[in-house]
Each structure stands twice: as C-alpha cells, then as structure tokens.
C-alpha cells in the first residue's frame, strides 16, 4: 500500500535513529539533484546515513514528535526498519 500511494525515502541516521535532514544540494545526477545528508541528533555528516522507506504520514508523525521534543529513534539494520 505504501508503495503504490505516498511512498517516502527518509534519510535515518545509523548511529541514533533519527531522521537526517538535507544540508545542501551537492550537483546533479541526471535528472535528480545530488544531496548531502547530515544527522538532526548528532549534527555529524560523517555518520552513515541510511535511506529507509516509509509513509508519508508515518514521517510527518516522526518530525512532529521531533518538534515536541521527543526523539522516536529508528533501527536501521540493512534494510529493514524496527521503531523503539
């Protein structure tokens, strides 16, 4: 069901679970601009950051919880995604 509506690739850290946020456009591949990514929790840009699919809904949810002040962490392991 994801797949076929609102399908979303979210960058997630690999060390603390928390979504990534964009740091700047890097240059173009093809069509698609080339980002890099750098961790909201760790403010790191060497940590691995992980692209994981989910709904759009479940990523509004995670942002607004973020804005609260509540960190929900994600484990990424390969490629499926487990919420603590």
């Known amino acids: 069901m994801c797949v ?4 979303y690739e979210a960058p997630v ?7 990534g946020g964009i740091t ?8 698609k601009k080339a980002r890099m ?16 699919q989910m709904p759009y ?3 509004l949810l995670l942002q ?3 804005s ?3 960190k929900p962490k994600l484990s990424v392991e390969d490629k499926e995604v487990v919420l603590k």
């Open 24 to 31: 700047r456009p890097i240059g173009m591949i093809g069509q």
């Open 37 to 52: 990514y750098k961790c909201v929790g760790c403010q790191d840009e060497s940590n691995p950051i992980k692209k994981v």
């Open 13 to 19: 850290c690999s060390k603390c679970g928390l979504i």
């Open 4 to 7: 076929s509506s609102d399908a």
């Open 57 to 59: 809904a479940s990523k």
């Open 68 to 70: 609260m002040g509540v």
């Open 64 to 66: 607004e919880l973020m």
